[in-house]
């Protein structure tokens, strides 16, 4: 009785070899450098297509010009590449050395904001530059926070199993900034300054019971929130009320965003074929910006969305994974944490499993500042995968090639722990 092992399909060996080749990529010293700038490449390409297409109607409304809200959005991409490439020029030790003024600055900015503001929509959260242009302080707040937070953090962790020095100085501060970002009111940028401090004290080591205690804590003061102002108590109400009745008062963007995601259907209508942007769905090119992708590009659009945010996270968490530098970890983990957590909690709201909160889809929905600023974290999230210890060695035994040179990046050094002399000084 002759015995055979049988042979893989031809289907099955293609799947093994793809998979080879992939673990293998995946195990080269520059594949999450390589990762971070394909995301960052892709979203900001799809975020400028996406921009232009969702608010052309309006553009064309009230300017007359089908291109004015994408110019915008073009024309901040100048800084925004300038503080990519700062993020990924500036040594870990600058960045860290430089987060005490940042948070110093973040709110000075704040309280500014309160006395000199420009409103919109009710909320006071922008400073007029020219006439022409705001800018939004609290977008980099969240940069600033985590900064300094994992500054003041990383240095006790030997201690961060006792609340005292776990919860001092940094929750006393977020309590402090979202105080001023309630007052501005914006409940949307307080719930993500929210994110940032849960994951700030969750990667540096704050003892469950304590993360659980904030944790409800946080979710007590949102409700609380939630339910002081008229129209935010409308929102939850129509977000709870499953039998439509609201639809035409505070429930109507909700229920338009999933008219429009229903008619994309698989392969959507055709970019720049959509109709809800023809004013019946407010803040298309913003808020509501998933609502336009689903729509115009079906849910194989939606779903290359999800992908990319689900390659950040895992090139993110990777990257802190990766580092020696206990600081560099919590920075890019906190960082990560947050910028997938906004998008996250935009897909939900746009597709009806959270109530709307105005929070903005990162790279893609329009707004300068949240562009400008989130660019800078890609930087510095590029800047960690160069220091890796393996990617630090390849790029100092072999050169950083042209386009390093071009950008004056420095080479990466090797991360040192303090000394006991130097352990209470910025490393």
């Not at 450098?33 to 799809?46: A, I, K, M, P, S």
């Not at 409304?61 to 994408?70: A, E, H």
């Not at 439509?244 to 008619?263: E, I, K, T």
């Not at 890019?332 to 996250?344: F, K, R």
């Amino acid at each position: 009785m002759s015995t055979r092992t049988a042979r893989p399909g031809p289907v099955r060996q293609a799947v093994g070899r793809a998979g080879t080749a992939l673990a293998q990529w995946l195990a080269r010293p520059l594949t999450s450098l390589h990762l971070v700038l394909g995301v960052f490449g892709l979203l900001t390409l799809f975020g400028l297509v996406m921009v232009l297409s969702a608010s052309s109607v309006e553009s064309f409304v009230s300017d007359g010009s089908s291109y004015d809200v994408f110019y915008r959005q073009l024309l901040f991409c100048v800084p925004g590449a300038f503080m990519f490439w700062l993020g990924l020029r500036l040594t870990p030790r600058r960045l860290r050395a430089l987060a005490p003024a940042a948070l110093v600055v973040g709110i000075a900015s704040l309280v500014a904001v309160l006395l000199v503001g420009t409103e919109r929509s009710g909320s006071k959260a922008w400073i007029a530059i020219g006439g022409s242009f705001t800018i939004q302080p609290s977008e980099a707040v969240k940069v600033a926070l985590t900064l300094w937070g994992a500054h003041v953090l990383v240095a006790r962790r030997a201690v961060m199993h006792r609340w005292k020095y776990a919860l001092s100085p940094v929750v006393p501060v977020a309590v402090l900034l979202c105080v001023l970002l309630v007052l501005q009111p914006d409940l949307g940028m307080t719930i993500t300054l929210g994110v940032v401090l849960l994951a700030l004290l969750f990667f540096a080591g704050a003892p469950m019971r304590l993360m659980v205690a904030l944790l409800g804590g946080a979710a007590l003061g949102a409700l609380v929130l939630g339910l002081a102002e008229p129209y935010r108590l409308a929102r939850i109400t129509s977000f709870l009320d499953s039998s439509g009745a609201d639809a035409q008062r505070a429930g109507f963007q909700a229920r338009q965003a999933l008219y429009s995601l229903a008619d994309g259907g698989l392969f959507g209508v055709g970019l720049g074929q959509g109709r809800a942007k023809w004013n019946y769905l407010p803040n298309a090119h913003n808020d509501f910006i998933f609502a336009i992708i689903g729509e115009e590009l079906g849910f194989v659009g939606a779903f290359a969305v999800l992908a990319l945010f689900a390659t950040l996270a895992y090139t993110g968490f990777r990257i802190a994974a990766r580092n020696n530098d206990p600081w560099l970890r919590i920075v890019v983990a906190t960082s990560t944490t947050w910028l997938v957590g906004q998008a996250a909690i935009n897909i939900s709201y746009v597709v009806g499993l959270l109530p709307v909160t105005g929070l903005q889809l990162p790279l893609i929905s329009s707004g300068g500042t949240s562009l400008v600023v989130t660019m800078f974290v890609f930087g510095v999230l590029a800047n960690a995968a160069r220091h890796e210890p393996e990617a630090v060695a390849v790029l100092r035994r072999h050169g950083q090639g042209r386009v390093a040179r071009m950008l004056l990046l420095p080479a990466p050094e090797p991360y040192r722990a303090p000394t006991a002399r130097t352990a209470g000084k910025v490393r």
